[in-house]
């Protein structure tokens, strides 16, 4: 194949991606959907301690190209039994495809406008103006991609400071900070 047609094919592939931000190394990806669904789920932690703490802060990605679950990603202590309650949604993105995301985030109704927010192996579903997605134009262009962007990279940090707390006042500062920054 000539060098012009792998570099079209390339951009063709780049330009037709989610909006993706480098920061420490990841790429955090921001796709918007509505929520079509939202079950109550039981989040359960794995361990004492820290993981307790943030048992319902960050979780995997898994799933393939049809539906993918993401595991729930702000900042809220769970409860001593190492339990609390969540969500799960159910978002349509704009290919037609559903991500699915649980999240100790209750707020999210169904018929919201989300950004599901992934960066390695943590995610984030945020509240977004109901414009975002009905206007998909106008949220492809650079300035809005650049702040939903900048929005998801703050998030994933202040995720990864909350994994790195090391004492108890860490660790409730960073879980303050991550439920500024992600909600």
Known sequence: MPRWTSVVVFLVLFLSLPAAAQKS??????????VQSAER???????????????????????????AIIGGTTGA????????????????????SVIVVVSDQTQIQIGDCVSVEQQGDTANIRRQDQMACENSAAAQSPAVQEEFNDAADKCAEAQRNLLDASTKEELELATAVASILCE
Do not use: D, P
Not at 25 to 34: D, E, P
Not at 41 to 67: D, E, H, I
């Open 25 to 34: 190394g990841q790429s955090a990806t921001v796709t918007l959907g509505i």
């Open 77 to 96: 202590l769970l409860s001593r039994s190492g339990t609390s309650e969540g969500m799960q949604y159910a978002v349509k993105v704009g290919n037609g």
């Open 41 to 67: 789920v039981t989040l359960q932690s794995t361990g004492g301690g820290k993981g307790a703490a943030v048992g319902g802060t960050v979780g995997a990605v898994a799933g393939g190209r049809r539906g």
